[in-house]
C-alpha cells in the first residue's frame, strides 16, 4: 500500500511537473553566422525611384487669404509688403429706453478697448511698431494691396512699439504665479504711458496686445450702423513681420465698447437717469493684402501661397514593390525652384495627405499627415518628406489610389509659397527614395 | 466472424486511445532541437521509446514502442499505446557566445495491437527532423551613406514528421518481420524580422510564411532469435526526395538519406539484459546542401530488475549530419526508471539523458528529461 502511494506521488509529481515545464520554450540565441545560421539572410536594398512620380501638378484656391487662420502683417523691403486688416461687425448706436417702449435713445461712446492677438512673430526683431489705421468698412475679399493703399497711408489711429514694451518691467500676476491658469492665460503684463496693455499667453509665444481707444480712434458712425475697420502694418530695424489671430483661430479679435445714454425723466417726478454699459463686437471680415502678389501657377509644382496651392502628385508604384518586398523607409524628395524669401519666423510646415480617390483639382484626401516637413526661409536645400507609412500602405494594398496632395499648414495664412521641381524637369524631378527588404526565401536548407 | 469481430474491436479501441493521447499532447511534434540543424533539413529525431532512449538508443530495435523498427511491433500481445514526450535544456557555446535554451517536445507515438496471433498492426507518428529555432543576428549596415544597426530575427517553428503504417509478423519461432510505409509530412511556421537602432525613420520588416514538407518511404527489419537469449535486428529505410512547398509552390527538393542499422540483445537471466546497434545513414547524398555529411552511430544499453519496474542505462555515440568542416559528434548517456502499473495495463518510464554536441565553432549540452506513459486498455 506505502509503495503503491509513493508511486503515485512520484506519478503526480512527475506529470504536474512536466506540464508546467511544457509552457517554458526559449528556442532563440544568439546566431553564429554563417556556419550555424539559415542559408538565406535578410537582405536591404536602397533605390532612388527618379521617375516613378508622374502625372504631378498644383492647383490654387483651396483657401483664400480670408479664410485664413492667420493674416500677416510684414514689411520686409525687397521682398513683401503685407497688411492686415479687419472690419468689424455691426452694433446697436441706438439702444431702447425700457422695456415695451419702442423709444429709443442714441448711446454715447466714451472709450473703447481693443485686443488683438499675435500669434508668431520673430523673436529677434527689434524696435518691432504695430500701427493701426482706419480702413473702409467696405474693404473685402475683393479688396487689394492697391485699394486699401490710401487707407494704408492715411493717419495712424494707434500704434506701439512692441519690443520697447517687452522691455518695461512686467507686472505678475501673484495670485496667478503658481496656478495652472497661469500656464494656459499667463501671467505676466507689460504697459505704457499710452494705456496699451500687452499679455504674455502660451508661455511667451503668444501676445495679446490691448488699444485703449477714444471718441476719435473708434467713433460710433450711425450711418455705418456702428461698423468700424481696422488696418495693420508692422515696422521694425528688421524681421518685421507678424501674423495676428483672425476669426477662424481661437484668438479672434476684438472691441470692447463702453458708453451710456440717457433715460429721460417722462413723468417729470425725477431727474433724468444715465446708464452705463458695453458691448463688444468681433471682426464681420478679416483679411490681408500684400504686394508683390502670389505669382500664377507655372509648370513647378506649388504649395502655399495665397489663395493656397496645393501640388498633386500621382505615383507609378512598380510591381515588385507591391508583391515581393517590405518597404521599411520611403522618402519623397523634392528639389525647390529658389529659397522662400521673408522673415525666418515665416517659415512654414508642409504635408502630405494620402489621396483617397485622384479626382484632379477637387480628389478627396485623407485628413490624416502621411508626412510633414519645415520650409525654412532662405534654405534651397532639398526638401525630404517621409512618408513610409503612405508607401507601406500602397504596397499591400494595390486597390489604394496612389497618389498624394502636398499642402502648406497653414494656409493662406501667409505671403509665403515654395515651388518644387516637377516631372516636367527631368533633371530635378520629385523622386522616391525607399528602402525595401527583399522577400526572404523561406523552404531552403 | 470472429477475425472481423477482432478488427473492429480493434479499430474502436485504438480510435479511442489514439483520441484521448492526441488529445491529451496535441502540441508541438517535435525530438530535440540542435544549432547544427539550422544550415541543413533540421535536427534528425530519435526513433525512440524512454525505455529505448534511457538504454542509449541500444533497445530501439527490440523496443516494439520505438518506430525504427517495424519487426519488433510482432511481440506485440494485445492492444497497446504508447506516447513520449521530454523536456530539454539546451545550453549553447558559439565561438564564446553562451545561450540557455529550453523546450518541450512529444517526439513519437505508437498504437500497436494483433489482427491475428502472427500479424501484428501498428500506427503512429514520430520527428523525422526538427526545425524548431531561432537565431538573433546584429549587424550594422550602410544605409544611405549613415552606418545603421540592425537587429535580425530568424525563426522557425515546427517539425517534419513521420507517420507510419507498420506491419509485424512472426514467420517462425526464431523469425519476425516487419515493414512499413512512411509518409513524411510537416510544417514550419517561419519568421524573419529586421528591427531598425532608427526606429523613427526605420519600420520593422517582417516576413511570414508557413513551410509545408512532404515525402514517402519505406522500411523493413527482422528479428531473428539465435538462442532463447540472443537476438539479432537489422532494419532498412529509404525516402523519397522531400518537398518543401510555400503557398502550393514547390521551392525546393532535397534528397533523404538511406537508413540501415543492425543491433543485438541479449537476456542475461531473468532480471537483465544488454542490447546493443549501429546505425549508418548518408546524409551525405543531399546534394543541395554543402556540408552535409553521411553519419554513423552508435549505442550499448542496459536493462535491470524486474519487467515491472526495471533500471536502465545506456551509452550513445554518433555523428550529425550537418556542419561546417569536421563532421559534428554526439555522445551521450542515459538512465532511467519503468513502472508497471493497473496489473500490468499501464507502465510509467522516466529517463534522464544528457548528450554533448562539437561542431566547427560550436559546442551544445543537452539535458533531456524524458517521460513515457503506455497503456494497454
Given amino acids: ?445 | 466472424m470472429t477475425v472481423i469481430r477482432r478488427l473492429g474491436g480493434w479499430a474502436l479501441r485504438a480510435g479511442v486511445i489514439a483520441a484521448v493521447l492526441l488529445t491529451a499532447q496535441a502540441t508541438r511534434l517535435s525530438a530535440q532541437d540542435s544549432q547544427f540543424g539550422i544550415r541543413g533539413l533540421g535536427t534528425p529525431g530519435k526513433l525512440e521509446s524512454v525505455r529505448a532512449r534511457s538504454t542509449g538508443g541500444a533497445f530501439a530495435p527490440f523496443d516494439a514502442f520505438s518506430p525504427l523498427s517495424d519487426a519488433a511491433l510482432a511481440d506485440v500481445r494485445r492492444l497497446s499505446a504508447s506516447v513520449t514526450s521530454g523536456i530539454t535544456w539546451r545550453s549553447v557555446d558559439a565561438s564564446g557566445t553562451q545561450s540557455s535554451l529550453q523546450g518541450t517536445r512529444f517526439p513519437a507515438m505508437v498504437i500497436a495491437g494483433p489482427v491475428t496471433r502472427r500479424i501484428v498492426v501498428a500506427g503512429g507518428f514520430a520527428t523525422y527532423l526538427d526545425r524548431s529555432f531561432g537565431v538573433i543576428i546584429q549587424d550594422t549596415v550602410n544605409l544611405r551613406g549613415v552606418p545603421q544597426p540592425v537587429t535580425d530575427e530568424i525563426t522557425s517553428d515546427g517539425a517534419i514528421s513521420d507517420l507510419r503504417l507498420a506491419v509485424g509478423a512472426r514467420l517462425g519461432s526464431r523469425l519476425a518481420l516487419g515493414v512499413g510505409l512512411h509518409r513524411i509530412t510537416g510544417s514550419t511556421r517561419v519568421t524573419a524580422r529586421r528591427s531598425f537602432a532608427d526606429t523613427a525613420n526605420y519600420r520593422t520588416s517582417t516576413a511570414k510564411d508557413e513551410v509545408a514538407y512532404g515525402a514517402t518511404g519505406g522500411s523493413a527489419s527482422l528479428l531473428f532469435d539465435v538462442t532463447s537469449d540472443l537476438r539479432l535486428a537489422g532494419w532498412f529505410r529509404s525516402d523519397s526526395r522531400l518537398r518543401a512547398d510555400v503557398g502550393g509552390h514547390t521551392v525546393s527538393e532535397n534528397d533523404l538519406p538511406l537508413t540501415y542499422g543492425a543491433g543485438v540483445q541479449w537476456r542475461a537471466g531473468a532480471q537483465a539484459s544488454l542490447a546493443g546497434n549501429v546505425l549508418w545513414r548518408n546524409w551525405g547524398a543531399v546534394q543541395s546542401i554543402a556540408n552535409a555529411h553521411d553519419t554513423f552511430s552508435w549505442s550499448f544499453g542496459a536493462e535491470i530488475g524486474s519487467p515491472a519496474s526495471p533500471f536502465r542505462f545506456g551509452l550513445r555515440g554518433g555523428q550529425l549530419p550537418f556542419g561546417v568542416g569536421k563532421t559534428p559528434t554526439e555522445v551521450g548517456y542515459s538512465g532511467g526508471l519503468g513502472r508497471q502499473f493497473a496489473g500490468g495495463r499501464g507502465r510509467l518510464d522516466m529517463g534522464l539523458e544528457r548528450l554533448q554536441r562539437r561542431g566547427t565553432g560550436l559546442t551544445e549540452g543537452v539535458w533531456t528529461f524524458m517521460l513515457g506513459l503506455t497503456v494497454r486498455p
Fill in chain 1, 1 to 445: 500500500m506505502t509503495r503503491r502511494l509513493g508511486f503515485l506521488v512520484l506519478l503526480v509529481a512527475a506529470v504536474g511537473g512536466g506540464a508546467i515545464w511544457a509552457c517554458v520554450e526559449q528556442v532563440t540565441a544568439p546566431g553564429s553566422c554563417p556556419n550555424y545560421c539559415p542559408t538565406d539572410s535578410i537582405t536591404i536594398r536602397d533605390t532612388i525611384f527618379t521617375a516613378i512620380i508622374q502625372r504631378d501638378t498644383s492647383f490654387r484656391g483651396y483657401v483664400p487669404g480670408y479664410g485664413a487662420e492667420a493674416m500677416t502683417a510684414a514689411d520686409v523691403p525687397g521682398i513683401v509688403d503685407s497688411r492686415a486688416f479687419l472690419v468689424l461687425s455691426k452694433a446697436p448706436t441706438r439702444v431702447q429706453v425700457k422695456g415695451g417702449d419702442t423709444t429709443t435713445t442714441p448711446i454715447i461712446s466714451d472709450s473703447a478697448r481693443f485686443r488683438l492677438s499675435i500669434m508668431r512673430r520673430d523673436t529677434l526683431a527689434t524696435n518691432l511698431r504695430l500701427r493701426l489705421y482706419h480702413v473702409p468698412i467696405t474693404s473685402d475679399s475683393t479688396s487689394t494691396f492697391a485699394s486699401l493703399d490710401a487707407a494704408f497711408n492715411g493717419p495712424v489711429v494707434d500704434s506701439v512699439n512692441l519690443s520697447a514694451l517687452l522691455a518695461t518691467p512686467p507686472s505678475i500676476d501673484t495670485v496667478r504665479a503658481d496656478s495652472l491658469e497661469r500656464r494656459f492665460y499667463g501671467d505676466t503684463t507689460y504697459r505704457d504711458g499710452a494705456g496699451h496693455i500687452l499679455a504674455l499667453r502660451d508661455s511667451g509665444r503668444i501676445l495679446d496686445v490691448y488699444f485703449h481707444f477714444d471718441t476719435l480712434q473708434a467713433p460710433v458712425v450711425e450711418a455705418d450702423s456702428g461698423q468700424i475697420g481696422f488696418g495693420f502694418r508692422v515696422a521694425a530695424d528688421s524681421l518685421a513681420s507678424i501674423a495676428i489671430g483672425t476669426a477662424q483661430s481661437t484668438r479672434t479679435a476684438f472691441l470692447q465698447r463702453f458708453f451710456h445714454h440717457t433715460i429721460p425723466d417722462t413723468v417729470s417726478t425725477q431727474p433724468d437717469s444715465i446708464v452705463a454699459a458695453n458691448q463688444t463686437q468681433t471682426p464681420a471680415f478679416d483679411g490681408f493684402v500684400f504686394t508683390p502678389p502670389t505669382p500664377a501657377l507655372d509648370s513647378n509644382l506649388a504649395v502655399g501661397g495665397v489663395p493656397s496651392a496645393r501640388a498633386l502628385l500621382r505615383v507609378a508604384m512598380p510591381a515588385f514593390l507591391h508583391d515581393s518586398v517590405d518597404v521599411v523607409r520611403a522618402t519623397l524628395v523634392l528639389v525647390p525652384v529658389s529659397a522662400v524669401q521673408g522673415v525666418a519666423s515665416d517659415s512654414f510646415k508642409i504635408v502630405v495627405q494620402h489621396v483617397i480617390a485622384d479626382l484632379g483639382a477637387k480628389s478627396p484626401v485623407d485628413q490624416t499627415d502621411a508626412g510633414t516637413a519645415v520650409i525654412h526661409i532662405g534654405s534651397p536645400d532639398t526638401v525630404n518628406l517621409e512618408i513610409t507609412n503612405l508607401v507601406r500602405a500602397w504596397s499591400l494594398d494595390t486597390t489604394q489610389t496612389t497618389a498624394f496632395v502636398i499642402g502648406q499648414v497653414p494656409e493662406a495664412a501667409s505671403y509665403t509659397e515654395i515651388r518644387f521641381y516637377s516631372s516636367r524637369a527631368p533633371a530635378f524631378r520629385p523622386g522616391l527614395h525607399v528602402t525595401y527588404v527583399k522577400r526572404f526565401r523561406f523552404g531552403a536548407p
